[in-house]
């Protein structure tokens, strides 16, 4: 059971590219997040996915897509790279236990640099 | 928007020692919780607290919640130098999906 997965674990692009950062997990669990972690800035929801086919914007989210390919894979695209997205970002997600607001599972992060 | 704010952003203890942290939100809120970041690594749940609730134990964790005073305090019990990490606090409102997530807290713990 390897929980939640991210790849990669670090990527370097130039200004203007494109790169989708994959995550999957394996807990069966139907919700899954995508946040940004910045230096004195805690974490920033960037899109969440509350069930298979459905996605929603969260606090960031110019400049990224989603795309939630099924149950167990959600994917985060930046379609043309700028520096101010470089940053920390973790996949996420939560069981039905309990409903929504309860204990997200993270994965271990993509380190992401823009140049 | 940020929910939660720790308090004190940075604290460095003895081993043996207790820690206290606190965290301070600005809405009604369904739950808080506490998750710890070691360096470089994800976020780990620690501990989930409701609103209807006043105190919670797990281990050597104790958070209390004071929803008159909208505040949370952690108290780590008997540090370890394991217990070096960062800790944030997330609110949780009722009828979202979301969790907000106060910037953190970095505990140093010294062997």
């Known amino acids: 059971n390897a929980g939640v997965t991210q790849t990669p674990k670090f990527q370097v692009l130039k200004t203007g590219q494109s790169m989708t950062l994959q995550c999957a997990q394996d807990m069966n669990h139907n919700s899954m997040y995508w946040y940004r972690q910045d230096p004195g800035m805690g974490l920033r929801l960037i899109y969440y996915s509350a069930s298979e086919g459905t996605t929603d914007k969260g606090e960031v989210p110019n400049g990224y897509n989603v795309s939630r390919l099924n149950k167990r894979e959600f994917s985060l695209r930046l379609e043309s790279a700028a520096p101010s997205q470089t940053s920390v970002y973790f996949c996420a997600s939560r069981g039905l236990a309990g409903g929504p607001g309860e204990t997200q599972y993270f994965g271990p992060g993509t380190r992401l640099l823009v140049l | 928007s940020q929910q939660g704010e720790e308090d004190p952003q940075a604290l460095s203890i003895q081993e043996g020692e207790n820690a206290t942290m606190n965290c301070s939100y600005k809405?009604?809120?369904?739950?808080l919780q506490w998750y710890r970041q070691n360096s470089g690594r994800g976020l780990v749940h620690l501990i989930l607290?409701?609103?209807?609730?006043r105190e919670k134990h797990s281990g050597r964790l104790r958070v209390t919640l004071d929803t008159s005073k909208k505040s949370s305090s952690l108290l780590i019990t008997a540090s370890r130098a394991a217990d070096t990490a960062s800790y944030f606090c997330a609110t949780h409102q009722g009828g979202s999906e979301k969790l907000v997530f106060g910037k953190g807290m970095k505990l140093t713990v010294n062997p």
């Open positions: 809405t009604s809120i369904n739950n």
């Open positions: 607290i409701r609103s209807n609730e």
